[in-house]
């Protein structure tokens, strides 16, 4: 039996084939304005026998491809707890959603957290900072691993914090120290969700932006526990929802 | 919106309502009516009564109210759980609930208040602004109390347009606290007596808190067939006769939902429900949601879970407790008035243990599957004792979910979110 797993996100529309639970095939394209559309071309490829769809696009999807549809956090728990079978937790840093979800002992999904209202410490936020640093996302992340303190950012909200880099900027503080201090000021908060789900590790860190080094070292370095980050952190929430599909009976490995 | 389509307009031009914002309410309320009520499908039969009620919300009722006044009645306008309607009734007058559960005119009240109000408060204030409630419009006589502190400010910015009267509620359930209760409603009697002109006797207390007593019996019936399993009654629709009984006529109300009970008694029986056997089961506690806020209601039972309970001022601490009837003195009367009323759960005391106690109980007796704590935004004392909630519920064995919101409808997608993650892990 083959599965789709669609997670249509704001960012991004991820799509995984899974066949008797193998990945078989993925794929990850931009949203654009019309994310239904862009899933439509997956889903016209024909090569499955059902599909699962996640995101904030899920019941759109439903409605238009059929199938069932789970929420992220399901899907990511599934998809997390598959690729690595001890993982105790999940964190997920998207485009503009931070989920923390804390795994029992099955890979059942006992609490989480979501930060669902404002692009605060998300891919989103650290895009705006980096083109107010006059950084590529990559150089930002390079320039914070680099420096050896952050300067104390204040506000979490992308517009304030975007006026303080600013103003820091224009009153000649390193650059490379701004941008320090931003990853830290995410890794402090997104630390502070994983201690109230009680996340204990190994904890799996997906999402766009597990992708960033200097991200990754910072939780490390906070998190009481082990951190892996899947190679493809990008597609774990399609992979999660294919591997959720009520009709398969596949053995769940990859 | 009824068969007759009468003109209610008459009414609503001598309340002095502002006629354009007024039918845009209304017609904003039957949407949402429609949407969240009129899809559901297995009602009980008896929620046509309730149905009729919705689309003559500012209607027949309205109409009544202005028929008894011209005959010489007083009508009383209410906030809040702690203000007895026993007494108000005993002396011949009429109570209405004046809480509001929508937004409107916020900019009108923002001039007033600040913009951190709860939703509830704004509301009611944006209503009374926007002359757009017949209910206030109604009253001549709104009773408010000092429960917390934006209700009691905004008494007073209430007082500058409308004929307000404040009872003062303790914050503690001490002896010496029950002693001045007792002398708050002593002060309401007299206060009452002197707007409708009639004098409250034993007589007139005791049917009246037996006619209370009633409505909430019969509210204590429906709630009752709620612990099975399949649920013969959704949420919403439980909710819905709450949020009713604080404004429909007192003896044509309880009739009607002893019928309804009736009527889910037998459902049960049958083993027929709303949703299927094995639907997930969820208690929601926290602030009152006011008509016509089905807001969380609606997203919990789209997501194809049954609400079960409601641990709130729109829900059990409505009806759970009865005044005893065993007094035949009108002091004594009036003191059983007053330890019934002290005795409900809301978080304006200190400490509120009952109410945690409550939320347990109820959790246990309706078999839930999980708990959501419901907090209105910018209401400090809810939102604060989530904590002990959360933790308590936790303890006892129940998953919860914590949700903050107002009565906006830009967060639904995400609720809903969060609520179905919250039923998948159940
Ligand atoms: S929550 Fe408290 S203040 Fe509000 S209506 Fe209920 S009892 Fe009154
Ligand atoms: S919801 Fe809270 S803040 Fe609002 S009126 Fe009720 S007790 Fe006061």
Same mark, same amino acid.
């Given at each position: 039996?083959?599965?789709?797993?669609?997670?249509?996100?704001?960012?991004?529309?991820?799509?995984?084939?899974?066949?008797?639970?193998?990945?078989?095939?993925?794929?990850?394209?931009?949203?654009?304005?019309?994310?239904?559309?862009?899933?439509?071309?997956?889903?016209?490829?024909?090569?499955?026998?059902?599909?699962?769809?996640?995101?904030?696009?899920?019941?759109?999807?439903?409605?238009?491809?059929?199938?069932?549809?789970?929420?992220?956090?399901?899907?990511?728990?599934?998809?997390?707890?598959?690729?690595?079978?001890?993982?105790?937790?999940?964190?997920?840093?998207?485009?503009?959603?931070?989920?923390?979800?804390?795994?029992?002992?099955?890979?059942?999904?006992?609490?989480?957290?979501?930060?669902?209202?404002?692009?605060?410490?998300?891919?989103?936020?650290?895009?705006?900072?980096?083109?107010?640093?006059?950084?590529?996302?990559?150089?930002?992340?390079?320039?914070?691993?680099?420096?050896?303190?952050?300067?104390?950012?204040?506000?979490?909200?992308?517009?304030?914090?975007?006026?303080?880099?600013?103003?820091?900027?224009?009153?000649?503080?390193?650059?490379?120290?701004?941008?320090?201090?931003?990853?830290?000021?995410?890794?402090?908060?997104?630390?502070?969700?994983?201690?109230?789900?009680?996340?204990?590790?190994?904890?799996?860190?997906?999402?766009?932006?597990?992708?960033?080094?200097?991200?990754?070292?910072?939780?490390?370095?906070?998190?009481?526990?082990?951190?892996?980050?899947?190679?493809?952190?990008?597609?774990?929430?399609?992979?999660?929802?294919?591997?959720?599909?009520?009709?398969?009976?596949?053995?769940?490995?990859? | 919106?009824?068969?007759q389509a009468v003109d209610y307009h008459?009414?609503?031009?001598?309340?002095?309502?502002?006629?354009?914002?007024?039918?845009?309410?209304?017609?904003?309320?039957?949407?949402?009516?429609?949407?969240?009520?009129?899809?559901?499908?297995?009602?009980?039969?008896?929620?046509?009564?309730?149905?009729?009620?919705?689309?003559?919300?500012?209607?027949?009722?309205?109409?009544?109210?202005?028929?008894?006044?011209?005959?010489?009645?007083?009508v009383f306008g209410t906030f809040c759980?702690?203000?007895?309607?026993?007494?108000?009734?005993?002396?011949?007058?009429?109570?209405?609930?004046?809480?509001?559960?929508?937004?409107?005119?916020?900019?009108?009240?923002?001039?007033?208040?600040?913009?951190?109000?709860?939703?509830?408060?704004?509301?009611?204030?944006?209503?009374?602004?926007?002359?757009?409630?017949?209910?206030?419009?109604?009253?001549?006589?709104?009773?408010?109390?000092?429960?917390?502190?934006?209700?009691?400010?905004?008494?007073?910015?209430?007082?500058?347009?409308?004929?307000?009267?404040?009872?003062?509620?303790?914050?503690?359930?001490?002896?010496?606290?029950?002693?001045?209760?007792?002398?708050?409603?002593?002060?309401?009697?007299?206060?009452?007596?002197?707007?409708?002109?009639?004098?409250?006797?034993?007589?007139?207390?005791?049917?009246?808190?037996?006619?209370?007593?009633?409505?909430?019996?019969?509210?204590?019936?429906?709630?009752?067939?709620?612990?099975?399993?399949?649920?013969?009654i959704s949420g919403k629709d439980a =909710?819905? +006769?709450?949020? %009713?009984?604080? @404004?429909?006529?007192?003896?044509?109300?309880?009739?009607? *939902?002893?019928?309804? /009970?009736?009527?889910?008694?037998?459902?049960?029986?049958?083993?027929?429900?709303?949703?299927?056997?094995?639907?997930?089961?969820?208690?929601?506690?926290?602030?009152?949601?006011?008509?016509?806020?089905?807001?969380?209601?609606?997203?919990?039972?789209?997501?194809?879970?049954?609400?079960?309970?409601?641990?709130?001022?729109?829900?059990?601490?409505?009806?759970?407790?009865?005044?005893?009837?065993?007094?035949?003195?009108?002091?004594?009367?009036?003191?059983?008035?007053?330890?019934?009323?002290?005795?409900?759960?809301?978080?304006?005391?200190?400490?509120?243990?009952?109410?945690?106690?409550?939320?347990?109980?109820?959790?246990?007796? =309706?078999? +839930?599957?999980? %708990?959501?704590? @419901?907090?209105?935004?910018?209401?400090?004392?809810?939102? *604060?004792?989530?904590? /002990?909630?959360?933790?308590?519920?936790?303890?006892?064995?129940?998953?919860?979910?914590?949700?903050?919101?107002?009565?906006?409808?830009?967060?639904?997608?995400?609720?809903?979110?969060?609520?179905?993650?919250?039923?998948?892990?159940?």
């Amino acid at each position: 039996m083959r599965v789709l797993g669609l997670d249509i996100g704001s960012r991004s529309v991820d799509a995984v084939w899974l066949q008797d639970g193998r990945i078989v095939d993925w794929e990850v394209a931009d949203s654009g304005f019309d994310p239904g559309s862009v899933a439509a071309v997956f889903v016209d490829r024909g090569a499955h026998d059902a599909i699962v769809s996640t995101g904030y696009g899920r019941h759109g999807a439903r409605e238009r491809f059929g199938g069932t549809a789970v929420t992220e956090i399901t899907a990511y728990g599934a998809g997390a707890s598959v690729l690595f079978p001890d993982a105790a937790s999940v964190l997920d840093i998207g485009g503009q959603d931070t989920k923390v979800i804390s795994l029992g002992p099955s890979g059942k999904v006992i609490d989480f957290e979501m930060n669902d209202k404002c692009a605060a410490g998300t891919g989103k936020f650290l895009e705006v900072m980096a083109r107010a640093l006059g950084f590529t996302l990559g150089e930002m992340a390079t320039a914070a691993m680099i420096a050896a303190s952050g300067v104390a950012i204040s506000s979490m909200c992308t517009v304030f914090a975007e006026s303080e880099v600013t103003g820091l900027v224009h009153k000649g503080e390193d650059r490379a120290r701004i941008a320090r201090g931003l990853h830290e000021s995410i890794a402090k908060r997104t630390l502070g969700s994983l201690k109230r789900v009680s996340a204990r590790g190994p904890l799996v860190f997906a999402g766009g932006v597990a992708k960033n080094p200097a991200m990754v070292a910072l939780i490390a370095e906070g998190f009481a526990g082990e951190v892996l980050v899947p190679v493809e952190a990008q597609i774990v929430g399609a992979f999660g929802a294919a591997l959720s599909c009520p009709q398969d009976p596949a053995p769940r490995m990859t | 919106m009824s068969d007759q389509a009468v003109d209610y307009h008459p009414v609503w031009t001598e309340l002095g309502l502002d006629l354009a914002a007024h039918d845009a309410l209304l017609r904003a309320v039957g949407e949402l009516f429609g949407d969240a009520y009129l899809t559901q499908q297995n009602r009980p039969q008896g929620m046509d009564y309730l149905n009729f009620v919705m689309s003559e919300v500012h209607g027949l009722r309205i109409k009544e109210l202005d028929d008894y006044r011209k005959s010489g009645g007083t009508v009383f306008g209410t906030f809040c759980l702690y203000v007895p309607e026993e007494i108000i009734r005993a002396a011949g007058g009429w109570c209405v609930g004046l809480c509001a559960g929508a937004e409107f005119a916020y900019d009108q009240v923002e001039q007033i208040m600040p913009r951190n109000t709860c939703a509830l408060i704004k509301s009611f204030m944006g209503f009374k602004l926007a002359k757009v409630c017949p209910y206030i419009e109604s009253a001549d006589l709104v009773i408010g109390e000092t429960t917390c502190d934006g209700k009691k400010k905004a008494y007073e910015l209430l007082g500058d347009i409308h004929n307000v009267y404040v009872m003062e509620l303790p914050q503690m359930k001490r002896e010496q606290d029950l002693a001045m209760w007792r002398g708050e409603i002593r002060a309401l009697m007299a206060k009452v007596e002197e707007v409708t002109g009639n004098t409250i006797t034993a007589e007139s207390l005791k049917a009246s808190i037996k006619e209370v007593n009633d409505k909430r019996r019969a509210l204590q019936r429906i709630a009752a067939t709620r612990a099975a399993d399949p649920a013969p009654i959704s949420g919403k629709d439980a =909710l819905l +006769a709450t949020q %009713v009984a604080f @404004y429909d006529d007192v003896p044509r109300f309880t009739q009607m *939902m002893n019928a309804l /009970a009736d009527e889910l008694e037998a459902r049960v029986a049958a083993g027929e429900g709303v949703a299927p056997k094995g639907a997930k089961r969820v208690l929601v506690t926290g602030t009152p949601m006011a008509l016509p806020n089905w807001k969380l209601h609606d997203i919990i039972e789209k997501a194809g879970a049954v609400v079960v309970g409601e641990e709130m001022c729109t829900g059990s601490r409505y009806y759970q407790d009865l005044v005893s009837e065993d007094a035949s003195t009108l002091d004594a009367m009036v003191d059983d008035i007053a330890e019934k009323y002290l005795d409900i759960n809301c978080a304006c005391f200190t400490p509120n243990q009952g109410r945690l106690d409550d939320v347990v109980r109820m959790a246990k007796e =309706l078999g +839930a599957d999980g %708990v959501i704590d @419901y907090s209105l935004q910018f209401c400090g004392l809810y939102e *604060m004792e989530s904590n /002990a909630v959360e933790k308590t519920v936790r303890d006892a064995g129940f998953p919860v979910l914590k949700i903050t919101t107002d009565y906006s409808m830009e967060d639904v997608g995400q609720l809903a979110t969060r609520v179905e993650a919250f039923l998948e892990i159940l």
